[in-house]
């Protein structure tokens, strides 16, 4: 399930340190507050006996924020996207949006307009081969050893399908049988909690079951979608 809120922000700008470094708090912050159990297990051990979490979003996108060189700006007409693939964490979610009138992101409140579902079958969509393509909305973060890998690097594609093999294998479904980078956005860098996050928007072409691709929309590409990245268009 993905779960669309409409929100506002009160201030013009949000720092950049802030555009994904509250993401994780906002989250866990939502499920604290209707299933406190579930969102510490999450936390601390992940989901299944897997370090994976199985959950994503994105960071605030704001349309018709005015353009100001080096400024991340903001307007009242943003949206905020959740999702997950585990029907219990995505229940959790919805429940906790329904109980908040607003979500505090960083020094900005976000007053929330509307909250709108998509559910499992709107999500699905592919062909019947099996081949689909999925756009990322939020930079979609890679890593082998310790660096950061953006698309055209040597072991992108071999470690964004590790990551997707491995998120098949938390939730039962068969692993994605291809996987191939269409095209991508420009080196991206963002900092959480005093740390880099590197990666670019990508548009790939996914071989896989239906499942799993309606599982990827609703948790996302990649790592740390917990902090807004790899979101699915």
């Excluded at 660096?147 to 692993?175: F, I, M, S, T, W």
């Excluded at 590197?198 to 740390?224: H, K, P, Q, S, Y």
């Amino acid at each position: 399930m993905r779960v669309r809120v409409d929100v506002a922000a009160d201030v013009p700008v949000v720092p950049w340190e802030e555009v994904h470094g509250p993401a994780r708090g906002a989250l866990y912050g939502l499920l604290s507050e209707v299933e406190p159990e579930l969102a510490r297990s999450l936390h601390d051990g992940g989901w299944g006996g897997h370090p994976l979490r199985p959950v994503g979003m994105t960071s605030p996108l704001f349309r018709g924020a005015p353009v100001r060189a080096g400024v991340f700006t903001t307007s009242q007409d943003g949206s905020l996207w959740f999702g997950s693939p585990v029907p219990e964490i995505a229940s959790a979610l919805v429940r906790g949006l329904a109980a908040r009138s607003e979500i505090r992101w960083g020094s900005a409140r976000l007053s929330i307009r509307g909250v709108e579902l998509e559910q499992a079958d709107q999500v699905a969509d592919g062909r019947e081969d099996g081949l689909v393509e999925l756009s990322s909305v939020t930079p979609v973060v890679v890593k082998r050893e310790g660096r950061y890998l953006l698309p055209g690097d040597e072991h992108y594609v071999e470690r964004l399908r590790h990551n997707l093999v491995h998120k098949a294998d938390v939730l039962g479904l068969p692993a994605p049988r291809g996987v191939w980078v269409v095209d991508a956005g420009p080196r991206r860098r963002f900092t959480v909690r005093g740390a880099p996050r590197i990666g670019a928007r990508v548009r790939v072409a996914l071989e896989a079951d239906r499942r799993f691709v309606a599982a990827v929309r609703c948790w996302g590409l990649g790592l740390d979608t917990v902090q807004g990245f790899g979101w699915v268009r």
